[in-house]
């Protein structure tokens, strides 16, 4: 934990495959008047290995109890939790098993349900999502190798798209499976409606992995959630368009919260 004493609680969840070294740029921006925790998921970064737990993070609400425990181990309250990818909903569960400590919540091109479902556009047909978990099982480097650029975009600053393919090679190949099948199988969109604090959606242009359509669904099944269009492209904002997503979240908590 970084920043300001005293200072509202800003708590970043990382992506799939990702580490807390992903919102490197952002931890400066919002230091200065917020105490700022960043964490990486079990599993990945530099995570107890032995804290993996087939069971308990065989589900996005196994990872969210472990968001709530970080919280409540640092005794923090009034939460600003910003989730990108995946950790968009793991946010959003996150916020429902203990409402009491989190405030708001920003999340990052999110995507409740990636597999379409009738009128409903994920962005992934049920084969494609077979291909890609089956592309993972038989080879983890060449579908991290194939996979990072597409997610990434930006394909003129290709030192991003290799940042992510590193990060994606260093997870342990059988948690990188496992979570695949978590993150890509998951239906939360029931889960929407019941989210209770001022929450920001961030939608990028561009996006392979959450849609634009993807986005606005988000937006209209959360009460009162304020939906922002960045201009930046693909899939990781806070690495390729740090200034606008650190100004996107400013605009939302200075127009959404009370002065603390």
């Not at 920003?106 to 009128?119: F, K």
């Not at 990072?148 to 997870?171: H, K, Q, V, W």
Request: aromatic letters at 6%.
């Amino acid at each position: 934990m970084t920043g300001l004493a005293g200072g509202r609680p800003i708590v970043f969840v990382h992506g799939f495959g990702c580490n807390q070294e992903m919102w490197r740029y952002l931890v400066p921006e919002f230091a200065p008047d917020h105490q700022v925790v960043t964490l990486d998921l079990v599993g990945f970064g530099d995570s107890d290995a032995t804290a993996w737990q087939p069971e308990r993070h065989g589900s996005l609400a196994g990872h969210a109890a472990d968001v709530v425990a970080v919280c409540r181990e640092l005794g923090l309250s009034d939460v600003v939790l910003v989730g990108h990818s995946v950790s968009a909903m793991i946010a959003v569960l996150a916020q429902q098993q203990a409402p009491e400590l989190v405030g708001a919540l920003v999340l990052i091109g999110p995507n409740p349900r990636y597999v379409d479902d009738g009128d409903y556009t994920g962005g992934f047909s049920r084969a494609d999502i077979a291909e890609l978990l089956d592309t993972l099982d038989s080879n983890h480097t060449g579908w991290s190798a194939a996979m990072a650029p597409a997610i990434m975009g930006n394909a003129d600053r290709p030192e991003l798209s290799a940042e992510l393919t590193a990060s994606f090679c260093r997870t342990d190949p059988e948690v990188a499976r496992r979570f695949a099948r978590v993150t890509f199988l998951s239906d939360n969109r029931a889960d929407l409606p019941g989210v209770t604090v001022p929450t920001l959606v961030l939608q990028c242009t561009d996006d392979v992995i959450a849609p634009e359509a993807v986005g606005r669904y988000v937006h209209a099944a959360i009460p009162g959630s304020h939906l922002t269009q960045l201009a930046a492209t693909g899939h990781c904002p806070h690495l390729s368009a740090p200034a606008e997503t650190t100004a996107a979240i400013r605009a939302f908590l200075s127009t959404s919260l009370p002065a603390r």
